[in-house]
């Protein structure tokens, strides 16, 4: 049973005489930087496994602000929802998949970010498999792709001293579509300050190609937060997988979040208590079966 609190006689009065009109309102939306590890390119030899690519959903705006740019998918905030119903329901109507990773990753509210008025941003965070996602059909009104992530850094400043340190970086952020060519692209400076050991972040837009509003700062943001939590949480990035996966593709899967090669043999000593082995292996074209694992659901919720 749910708790209900109970108003004193003095705080209804209160409540009766209060004008929220007194105060300008902002509205509210909920934007979804929706992540996938799928096939890179068109498969054309099966003998050779596909490449792998980190991939973002986009939407292709049709109306103004910034038609014809791209933006990420979201809402505003319906007045019979909270902010995290607004994104399962936007995460629902543009994948038709329900029941993914979903976490809120930010509130981006600076002036100025939306040209039509005073709007904040509640970013989320959704991982899936993106080979179940049933994106809405082109049509002149609507159009939704996946597109190959790309992030490059460029160290500008970085000075410490005693307890405080500041640090500048440049992010070049590309993003792909395979079959298109279509490129879209980015260069946002991140700025770091610490104060009494204290992070302060910040991001600035250098330049922008065909993403909309202030979208790029918030997709290196959803980006080096996800990258950063997969450093120490092996959990967030099986959320990317299929129920059944090989140890290689959940080791690419590892390597394009966090754009490094592991060792194939440190890796697999880390991840073997998240795993289990199945009956089943998978069918690698040309190459030799590969044995296929599910979670260890008593590792991760326990």
């Known amino acids: 049973m749910s708790f209900v609190y109970t108003m004193s006689e003095e705080e209804r009065e209160y409540l009766d005489s209060y004008d929220i009109t007194a105060f300008d309102r902002p ?12 096939d890179h390119g ?19 705006r049709a109306t103004y602000p910034y038609k014809d740019c791209w933006a ?32 809120h990753a930010g509130i981006f509210g600076e002036v100025g970010r939306d040209p039509r008025g ?31 992530v790309g992030l490059v850094c460029r160290e500008i400043k970085k000075e410490a001293s005693g307890d405080s340190a500041e640090l500048v970086n440049e992010y070049e952020l590309s993003l792909e579509h395979d079959l298109s060519g279509l490129c879209l692209s980015a260069k946002v400076r991140e700025y770091k300050e610490y104060r009494d050991y204290h992070e302060v972040v910040r991001y600035e837009i250098m330049e922008s190609e065909n993403i909309a509003f202030d979208h790029a700062k918030i997709i290196l943001h959803v980006l080096l937060s996800l990258r950063k ?14 129920e059944m996966f090989t140890l290689n593709s959940l080791q690419k899967a ?9 060792l194939t043999a440190n890796f697999r000593r880390k991840i073997m208590e998240y795993v ?9 074209g040309g190459h030799r079966p590969s044995k296929l694992f599910k979670r260890n659901v008593e590792r991760f919720y326990k």
């Open 229 to 242: 939590n997969a450093e120490t949480d092996f959990k967030t990035v099986f959320d990317l997988m299929p």
């Open 42 to 60: 068109e498969r054309n030899n099966f003998r050779k496994l596909p490449r792998k690519a980190l991939k973002l959903l986009m939407i292709k």
């Open 72 to 103: 990420l998918p979201g809402g505003f905030c319906r007045p019979d929802e909270d902010v995290y119903e607004t994104a399962k329901r936007e995460l629902y109507e543009e994948t038709n998949v329900e029941n993914v990773y979903l976490s």
């Open 118 to 148: 005073w709007i904040i941003s509640n970013t989320f965070l959704a991982l899936m498999d993106g080979e179940k996602a049933a994106l809405r059909a082109d049509t002149d009104a609507w159009e939704a792709k996946w597109f190959s």
């Open 27 to 38: 509205s509210v939306a909920a934007d979804i930087a929706i992540l996938s590890v799928m």
């Open 254 to 262: 590892f390597e394009l979040v966090l754009d490094k090669e592991l």
């Open 276 to 284: 289990i082995e199945t009956d089943f292996v998978a069918e690698t």
